[in-house]
């Protein structure tokens, strides 16, 4: 991780907007479905907003708004409601866009990140509920999408739930975002609250930051958007971090404004000075009753949540005394930590199982390019080749022959083993004996040369420990060729 250089603090707080994992829109019942589809076809006449039609609240962004609180460790409103934020944009079809303001869902949390093995809690103001806007297309006649003359509007995405997740001013570089960024990603994805995409739109972060005044003060801040990558949050934050000590040196002030992220060229510029909240007109959304959640259905909430990322963690080291780093690996997706789990429960040795799905499993996986849920290989049949490796009943060498050949065309592990010619069991006793003789009376040379005590580093015998090896296709155990070998060589 860059380390990045400024005389003053660093402040930094984010507002992360998380597209909730319903099947229809906030208020209507249009799909969520939008990617691809013809411009302005998955609309309806409430997210048109076309006058006399009545929004209604979908419970399901309502119950997974309150999933993802509760993973933040907030506290669930009983009572929360809506407000209609005015702005002229034409991606608002109704010139305002229904959000919580004052009552939001849920409120004061946290979540634990870590750099560099040092770890730091990150306040949560709160989380709220909102409606996605429209998307805005700026076409050209040749088609590109830069310098038009007029601009064309799809609503697809119009009304589409959002969850807004707004943190305390507690960051304090962009590595320690970028990583707050992640663990929220990875929380969400627990939960099956979002699939956290940032390519997609699934997942966007603007990012709040200011360098604090001599006397601890906090200075003024400036808010940076269209970042579209975690990478791209580091790095319009270090240029920002740059630009403003700039400023402050040569006794400017730092203006309060929204400033875009350019990724090609590498800069943030000033798109428009920071609209405060009286610009916005807020106002209560008659048209929706507020959002009322009982005790009960808190705690129905409560006991529905599966393990958290962090226990997941705290088990995994425990039950399988495994390593920090392996831990974090296998965990960072709790479909891989359930293909770990199922490949132990079937019998394998969680060692050596964690080193495999974190090694073997992850490689053939690139290559292929496939993810663990479509992955051939069943969680038992990696048992099996992870036992047969335990047991020394197959080399590693073969065994990762076979799991890629399980991988590519899904047969069954002894078709797949007697794929590779190797045969399920070890090498040993006359069988490794033959396999010795054969490779000895193949290098007369070298033999001579270990037999005459020259070989004083023993380089000699290892290479004909290889050959062994790969004579047997790693069928011999290598202690027991070197044994065979000393043996045969009267050493
Ligand atoms: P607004 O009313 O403009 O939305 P908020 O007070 O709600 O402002 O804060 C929005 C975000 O800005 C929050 O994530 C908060 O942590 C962050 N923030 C507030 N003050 C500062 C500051 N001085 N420096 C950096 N970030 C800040
Ligand atoms: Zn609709
Ligand atoms: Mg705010």
Redo the contacts with the bound molecule.
């Keep these: 991780m860059s380390a990045v250089k400024s005389k003053r603090p660093i402040?930094?707080?984010?507002?992360v907007h998380l597209q909730l994992n319903t099947s229809t829109k906030l208020f209507c019942s249009c799909s969520t479905d939008y990617i691809g589809k013809t411009p302005n076809t998955n609309v309806c006449p409430v997210c048109l907003a076309i006058p006399g039609t009545l929004p209604i609240i979908n419970d399901r962004a309502v119950a997974l708004g309150s999933r993802m609180g509760l993973g933040l460790h907030c506290v669930i409103q009983n009572y929360s409601n809506f407000h209609r934020k005015n702005y002229f944009y034409p991606d608002l079809p109704k010139a305002y866009q229904i959000t919580q303001y004052e009552l939001p869902i849920a409120t004061g949390g946290y979540i634990d990140i870590e750099i560099d093995g040092v770890p730091k809690r990150v306040k949560i103001?709160h989380l709220h509920l909102e409606e996605d806007a429209g998307k805005l297309v700026h076409p050209t006649a040749d088609g590109r999408l830069t310098g038009a003359a007029y601009s064309l509007v799809d609503y697809n995405r119009g009304g589409v739930p959002l969850s807004e997740i707004?943190?305390?001013?507690?960051m304090s570089s962009p590595a320690e975002a970028r990583e707050y960024v992640v663990r929220l990603r990875q929380l969400a994805r627990y939960l099956d609250v979002s699939d956290g995409e940032m390519e997609s739109g699934s997942l966007r972060v603007?990012a709040?930051?200011?360098l604090?005044n001599a006397d601890g003060s906090?200075?003024?801040?400036v808010?940076i958007k269209n970042m579209n990558s975690l990478k791209s949050i580091e790095r319009a934050l270090e240029y920002e971090i740059s630009r403003q000590n700039k400023s402050l040196d040569t006794g400017n002030r730092i203006v309060q404004e929204t400033r875009l992220w350019d990724d090609a060229e590498g800069v943030t510029r000033s798109m428009r000075n920071?609209?405060?909240?009286s610009d916005y007109r807020y106002y209560p959304e008659m048209d929706l009753a507020p959002i009322v959640i009982t005790d009960d259905e808190i705690e129905k909430f409560k006991s529905g949540m599966p393990e958290l990322p962090w226990e997941k963690r705290e088990r995994f080291a425990r039950d399988f005394g495994l390593s920090k780093e392996e831990v974090a690996i296998l965990t960072d997706q709790k479909e891989l930590a359930k293909y770990y789990e199922d490949v132990v429960s079937a019998g394998a040795p969680p060692a050596r199982a964690a080193n495999w799905v974190r090694m073997e499993v992850q490689r053939v996986l690139h290559e292929i390019g496939c993810t663990i849920t479509n992955f051939k290989v069943s969680p038992s049949a990696l048992a099996e080749l992870v036992k047969k490796i335990e047991n020394k009943d197959l080399s590693s060498t073969v065994a990762k022959e076979v799991l890629d050949t399980l991988a590519r065309e899904g047969i069954s592990l002894e078709d797949a083993i007697k794929r590779s010619g190797a045969s399920s069991s070890r090498l040993t006793g006359d069988a490794l004996n033959e396999v010795v003789s054969k490779v000895a009376s193949a290098n007369p040379d070298v033999v001579e040369v270990i037999k005459s005590g020259q070989d004083k580093k023993g380089g000699k015998l290892k290479f004909l420990q290889g050959l062994v090896m790969k004579e047997t296709r790693g069928q011999a155990d290598a202690g027991e060729a070197m044994a065979a070998l000393s043996k045969k060589l009267g050493l």
């Design positions: 402040v930094i707080g984010l507002e103001d707004v943190s305390e001013p507690d603007d709040n930051i200011s604090s906090l200075g003024t801040r808010e920071k609209e405060t909240a």
